[in-house]
């Protein structure tokens, strides 16, 4: 697929297929674009768990209501002891590493024929929690991984974007 279309057809997907699974290779491609995403002095401290199991969903479902039937969830996750801190000390690239991580999955899953959504409606740690994860990860993210239920697609408002006038300045 052509990059434009992939960033122009992606969309979040509210409702799923549940019988149709993601193919293993599949989300190895998805996988993988998250491993070459970019990050600050190539750290890598992304670490994504990929829940399949009735036990693991069904524990997602606990945590959040947006699953929306999804038979693959992604947590992205970071370690926040592998992190570059900025100058001034305030701040550091955990979270955007690991939501360019995302970032990549998601584009690569379109690219597949994959749909997705990203959800944040979630405690992190409380999801962690669960989850049994390392104390030094914190979670950025779920992804939601599978194929849209028969008539499902983008909400209303998808194609609604502000003009670049609005949203981008040059100095």
Not at 120 to 125: E, G, V
Not at 146 to 157: M, V, W
Request: glycine share 6%; with cysteine.
């Amino acid at each position: 697929m052509e990059f434009s279309d992939v960033i122009k057809n992606r969309y979040s997907c509210k409702k799923y297929d549940t019988a149709r699974q993601v193919t293993p290779e599949q989300l190895t491609a998805i996988l993988e674009a998250g491993r070459v995403a970019p990050t600050a002095k190539n750290l890598q401290e992304q670490h994504v768990y990929v829940l399949q199991s009735e036990a693991d969903l069904a524990l997602i479902d606990e945590l959040t209501p947006c699953r929306y039937g999804a038979p693959t969830v992604l947590v992205v996750a970071f370690d926040t002891k592998n992190v570059y801190t900025y100058p001034g000390d305030e701040r550091d690239s955990g979270i955007e590493d690991a939501a360019i991580v995302a970032t990549h999955m998601i584009l690569a899953a379109t690219n597949e024929g994959v749909d997705s959504c990203w959800l944040n409606r979630f405690d992190p740690a409380e999801a962690k929690a669960k989850l049994g994860l390392p104390e030094n990860e914190e979670i950025l993210m779920l992804l939601d991984l599978g194929f849209a239920a028969e008539g499902t697609g983008p909400l209303a408002n998808h194609a609604s974007r502000k003009p670049l006038e609005e949203t981008v300045t040059y100095r």
